[in-house]
C-alpha cells in the first residue's frame, strides 16, 4: 500500500509538472513567434517607408535638377539672342551689362551712358555713334569693334582689348584706358583732350603698336610706359608719343 500510494504520488506530481512546462513552453514559444512577427512587420513597414521616402526625395531632387537645367537652357538661350542683336537706337543707359556676350551685336546710336560693361564681349560689335559717356568698360572686349564717333567721355577702359577696333572720330576726353590694347586701333581724328581741373585722358601702358593716331587730339595726355604706334616707348621719348605716332 505505501509503496502504491507513493507511486500515485509521484505520478501526479509529474504529470502537474509536465503540464506547467508545457504551458510555460507554449508561451515561450509563442512570444517569441509573436515579437518575431512584429519585429519582422515593423521591419517591413520601416523598409517600405524608407523606400517611399528616398523615392520622394529623389524625385524631389530630380524636379530640382530638371527646372535648374530649364533655366540653364533659357539663359543660355538669352545669351545667344544677344550675340548678333540689333539694339540699334536702344535705351540702355545705366544698365547692368558685365560679362554680357554681344559679340557682333548692332549696337549704333545705342544709348549706353554709364552703363556697366565690365568684362562684356563686344568683339565686333557696331557702336558707331553710340552714347558711352562714363561707361564702364573695364577688360571689356572691343577688338575689331566699331566705336567711330561714339562719345566715350569719361569712360573707364582700363584693360580693355581694343586691338583692331574703329574709333575715328570718337570722344575720348578725359577717358581712362590705362593698359588697354589698342594695337592697330584707329584714332585718327579722335579727341582725347580734358576740360581744365579734370584728369587728362590716361594711356598709361597702354599698347598703340600700329594705331593710327592721325590728326588726334592729344593734348594732356599721359602717356606713362605707353608703347607708342612706331613701337617704342613714351619713356623713352620724353613721356610722349605725340613724336612718335
Not at 76 to 102: C, K, R, V
Not at 138 to 147: M, Q, R
Not at 186 to 196: Q, W
Not at 213 to 240: E, F, R, V
Request: aromatic share 6%.
Amino acid at each position: 500500500m505505501v509503496s502504491s500510494s507513493l507511486a500515485g504520488c509521484t505520478s501526479d506530481n509529474s504529470e502537474e509538472d509536465l503540464s506547467t512546462r508545457y504551458q510555460e513552453g507554449y508561451d515561450a514559444g509563442y512570444a517569441d513567434a509573436y515579437d518575431a512577427s512584429y519585429e519582422g512587420v515593423a521591419q517591413h513597414h520601416y523598409n517600405e517607408g524608407w523606400d517611399d521616402g528616398w523615392e520622394i526625395a529623389n524625385s524631389d531632387s530630380q524636379a530640382e535638377i530638371m527646372k535648374m537645367r530649364a533655366l540653364a537652357s533659357s539663359l543660355n538661350e538669352t545669351i545667344a539672342s544677344l550675340q548678333s542683336a540689333n539694339l540699334s537706337n536702344a535705351n540702355l543707359a545705366g544698365s547692368d551689362l558685365g560679362d554680357a556676350h554681344l559679340f557682333g551685336a548692332d549696337l549704333s546710336n545705342a544709348n549706353l551712358e554709364v552703363a556697366d560693361l565690365f568684362d562684356a564681349n563686344l568683339a565686333g560689335a557696331d557702336l558707331s555713334d553710340a552714347n558711352l559717356a562714363g561707361a564702364i568698360l573695364t577688360g571689356a572686349v572691343l577688338s575689331y569693334s566699331d566705336l567711330s564717333n561714339a562719345s566715350l567721355d569719361v569712360a573707364n577702359l582700363n584693360h580693355a582689348e581694343l586691338y583692331g577696333a574703329n574709333l575715328t572720330g570718337a570722344d575720348l576726353r578725359c577717358v581712362l584706358l590705362t593698359n588697354a590694347n589698342l594695337a592697330g586701333a584707329d584714332l585718327s581724328d579722335a579727341n582725347l583732350t580734358c576740360a581744365p581741373g579734370l584728369p587728362p585722358s590716361d594711356l598709361s601702358n597702354a599698347n598703340l603698336t600700329g594705331a593710327d593716331l592721325t590728326n588726334a587730339n592729344l593734348t594732356g595726355t599721359i602717356w606713362y610706359g605707353t608703347i607708342c604706334p612706331d613701337g617704342t616707348n613714351s619713356d623713352d621719348n620724353g613721356n610722349t608719343c605725340e613724336n612718335n605716332l
